[in-house]
């Protein structure tokens, strides 16, 4: 499986961005495909998820209400659209798919891309 992201860069604060994740392999709709982020000095944070379907999502607190994560099962994308971007919202970003149909466990990652975010 391989997973390449895109569409990070340099926005200010208040800015959007989209994300996007191409992935490889014909059994994309089946898996949940998620986006985490990595703040220098910091540990890897969950962002959101999306389940094969598209219809269930899950965000985390500091991203809800501002960050949406869809995806195209036609063309093996995920993204996400970033609205209201702070700079605390500056990390790297990563996109991530589960090995597994019925549960969420992110096995495959892809190399991540830049997200700065200035005052």
């Known amino acids: 499986v391989q997973l390449v992201e895109s569409g990070g860069g340099l926005v200010q604060a208040g800015g959007s961005l989209r994300l996007s994740c191409a992935a490889s392999g014909r059994t994309f709709s089946r898996y949940t495909m998620g986006w985490f982020r990595q703040a220098p000095g910091k540990e890897r944070e969950f962002v959101a998820e999306?389940?094969?379907?598209?219809?269930?999502?899950f965000y985390s607190d500091s991203v809800k209400g501002r960050f949406t994560i869809f995806r195209d099962n036609a063309k093996n994308t995920v993204f996400l659209q970033m609205n209201h971007l702070k700079p605390e919202d500056t990390a790297v970003y990563y996109c991530?798919?589960?090995?597994?149909?019925?549960?969420?466990?992110?096995?495959?990652w892809g190399q991540g891309t830049q997200v700065t975010v200035s005052s």
């Open positions: 991530a798919r589960s090995s597994r149909v019925l549960i969420a466990k992110f096995d495959f």
């Open positions: 999306i389940r094969g379907s598209g219809y269930h999502t």
